[in-house]
Structure formats: C-alpha cells, structure tokens
C-alpha cells in the first residue's frame, strides 16, 4: 500500500500546482476587463492554458487511477475538484475571446466588407517565379508591406496576390483573402522560394556559367567582374563562407579572361606565390579604368581629326563664295594641302587678288 501512497501524494502535488496556475489565470481574468495595462500579460499567460488544462487532467487520472486501486471512498470529492477546475478553464477562455477573438473577427469582416475598397498603389516588381527575382522581389515586400504596422493582413494578402503571376500566384490564389489566411499563404510562398540549395546553385552558376572573354573590351572585363562580385555577395548573404573560397574563385576569374588580360596579369604578379581573388579583381578594375581612358583618348583624337576636315571645308567654301561676289577670274590647278592630324585637302582652282587696307 505504502508505493501506492506516496504515488497519491504526488500526484495530488502536482495536480494542486496546475490548480494554483489556473486561479492565478482565473484572478486576472476577473481583472482584465477594466484595466487595460493587464491586457498583454493576460494574453501572454493565457497562451499557457491548455498546458495548464493538460497538467491538471493528467495527474487528476492518475489521483483517480490511485485512488481506484486503494478502494477509496473519496472519488466524489476528487471529482468535484475537477468541476470547479474546468469551471474556472472555461471562464478564462470566454473572457479571452470577448477581449481579444471577437474584436478581431469583427475587424475581419469589417476587412471583407471593405474589399472593394481601393488601396493605394505601392511598387514593387511583379514575381513570376523567376528564382534570380526572389532576394530583390522579397526584400522589397518585406520591409513595404509585411511589416508594415498600418495594413491589416487582408489587405497585405490582396497586395501580395497583385504582385505575383504565374507558378507563385497559382500557389496561392485558391486560399480565401482573410487575416488568418494570409500568413498561411505568406508561409506557403517563402517555404517554395527561399529555398537556400536552390538561391546558392543558382548564383555558383551565374558565375561558372559567364562567358570566356575573347578581347580585352573595358565593357565585357567590367560585367564579368560585376557577375561574380555580385554572385558572391548573394552566396555570401546565404551565409556560405566565401572567404574560405579564394583559390577556387581566383581559377574560376583567371580562366574567363582573354590570353592578352591574363599575359598582362601574370607580368604584373609574376612572383611564386598564388595571387588572391581581391588581387585579380583589383587588376582587373584598373584595366577597365585604364582601357577606357584609352578609348576616350582614341575617340577624341577621331573627333578632333573630324574637326579639322570641316573647319577646312568650310574655310574653302567661304572662299568660293567670295570669288564669285567679286567676280574674281580662276586658274585652274591641282594643289594638295597637308594640315594638323594628317588631314588632306585637294584643291582645283585658284584665284589671285590683293588685301589693300583702307
């Protein structure tokens, strides 16, 4: 009988525990009403009811399991524990649901009622499905309309399905456009896309897919770079540890480059040690300034040259006119004048006359 006893007592321990948290909850919900500081910590405690209520019926089994077996009269009395219990379980989730349920199902139908109502447009590209469009397409959503404060989660639901087309609308079209719903369909598209083996495959193979450069073009070296700078930064983003990868990712560069980018590389950092990832990139960017130069510097000496032929053409032509206000007789002739930038012009006919000052 002895293990029997200390067994009752225990669980009659552990039952008058769940009791006491149960009138604690039961006390504040008497309170609630009329003081609206206690709002937030009655809700927070009452996410512990049910835990609460499963304690309480577990060692309340256990009493009566015990109390069976010692062939107890006091069932009854145990019994009439358990109905003020569920009383008190009862009454704090009928107060619960006046404070908190209703007002928030009387704000969702409000929501539905409202739902032609037109909102206001806030941009953000539109998702079809497209894996590379996820990181820019969810941060922009993230940070403007899901936690933002001032929209009711109906109203994030129906921006959320304007900004999608194709495969993710499809995802969740079908679900009912209410605020309980909508992170359930919220939760739906992350899961699909943010999906971090996929994101990483995707961006390892932006960057060992670019194209092999076949000359030195500033423009070509420049969107390389930017292919596996920002590549990179999304891989690292992804919490990959990218800086571990730096011979990898300097092989990967060097292999992409022309035979004449690669030459003058090798000639810069002809040493016996690897060079880095950040060597290359950097060497790579200063070729880009510097080729640019290059090509402003050829294509203002074009321009100039360009410049030079006209003002010539021009100076002819002023020529020609004023002989013929004049009336001024030609001689015909063949006569080549070389001027600045090698440029040539050819003239046919000449005439003779005097300045004289007046």
Known sequence: MAPNVNKLKQARVYRGTAINRMNELYNMA?????DDS????????YEHINLIHDDFNEHHGSTLSILA?????????????????DEKYYTVQSVYYDLFKKNKISESQATAKQGNIKLPKIHIPLFNGNISNWPTFFGLYNSLIHENKTLSNS???????SYLDKEPLLLIKNIPINDDNYLIAFDNLYKRYQNTRILATHYWDKITDAPKLQTDSPKALRQLVDTFTDNISALKNLKYPTESWDFVLFRTLIRK???????????QNGSSENPTYEQLKEFLLKQCNALDSVSLAINKYKLDSVSLANSASQANFVTEKCANRLGLPRS??????NGLAQMGISASSGITSTICPQ
């Open 69 to 85: 077996i010692l062939d107890s009269e006091d069932i009854n009395e145990e019994e009439e524990i358990r109905t003020q219990f």
């Open 332 to 337: 015909k002739l063949s006569l080549s004048i």
């Open 257 to 267: 480059l022309d035979s004449e980018t690669i030459k003058r590389f090798e000639l």
């Open 30 to 34: 008497q309170r609630v009403s009329d």
């Open 155 to 161: 109203e994030k639901f129906q921006y959320l399905l």
């Open 38 to 45: 206690l709002h937030t910590i009655f809700a927070m405690r």
